[in-house]
Structure formats: structure tokens, C-alpha cells
Nanobody, 123 residues
Framework: VQLQASGGGLVQAGGSLRLSCEAS????????LGWFRQAPEKEREFVAA????????PIGDSVKGRFTISRDSTKNMAWLQMDSLKPEDSAVYYC?????????????????WGQGTQVTVSS
């Protein structure tokens, strides 16, 4: 399984970005997709996740109400819509895939990881 994250960049505070995650390879046992982020000298943080049935869509507390996750399983794609961005949202954002049916909210629940895309929010 390969994951390609894209869509990061530089944006002013209050702006929006949309991250994309494209999955390829042997996907028959992939059920959940998630987004995590990691800022310099900080621990990896759960952002959002979505199950294959779209029923389970947990969102991290720090981004709740501002970020939305969605997916199109027919296209093996997932997106993270980020609105009302803040400087503290600056980080490398990683897309991850899990064989679990209920979308995990911890990194240990994901078997596959993409390379990450940088998001920088200026004040």
C-alpha cells in the first residue's frame, strides 16, 4: 500500500487548505484512512480519520469545528478540508491507512503511512 499526500503550502491565518491523500496498491483490506500531524519538537498528533463506511469520523479536539475529513472509496482518495487555519496548525501532515474497520485515533492503529506534506500558517 502506498499513500501520497499533497496540497500543503503556505497560507495566512484564517485561510483554508485542502489536503489530498491518494492510496494505491493492494487496498482490499484497507478500511480506514487518517490524518496526523507533527510540528517540530512536538509529538505526533491525531487530526482526523474516516472509516470505509463513513460512519466513523473522529476529529481531534484541537481542530474540531474547523477541519473536515471525507473520502471517495471508488477513487481511493481522502481529503482533509482545513478552514480557519491558525499558526498552531503549522506542521507536517501525514496520511495513514489502517486495516481496522473502526477508524483508529492513535498512530499505532495504522499500518501504512505517506510521506507527509508541509502546512505553514502565517500570523
Amino acid at each position: 500500500v502506498q499513500l501520497q499526500a499533497s496540497g500543503g503550502g503556505l497560507v495566512q491565518a484564517g485561510g483554508s487548505l485542502r489536503l489530498s491523500c491518494e492510496a494505491s496498491g493492494r487496498l482490499f483490506n484497507i478500511f480506514a484512512l487518517g490524518w496526523f500531524r507533527q510540528a517540530p519538537e512536538k509529538e505526533r498528533e491525531f487530526v482526523a480519520a474516516i472509516s470505509s463506511s463513513d460512519i466513523s469520523t473522529p476529529i481531534g479536539d484541537s481542530v474540531k469545528g474547523r477541519f473536515t475529513i471525507s473520502r471517495d472509496s471508488t477513487k481511493n482518495m481522502a481529503w482533509l478540508q482545513m478552514d480557519s487555519l491558525k499558526p498552531e496548525d503549522s506542521a507536517v501532515y501525514y496520511c495513514a491507512a489502517s486495516t481496522r474497520r473502526v477508524a483508529p485515533t492513535v498512530g499505532e492503529g495504522y499500518e501504512y503511512w505517506g510521506q507527509g506534506t508541509q502546512v505553514t500558517v502565517s500570523s
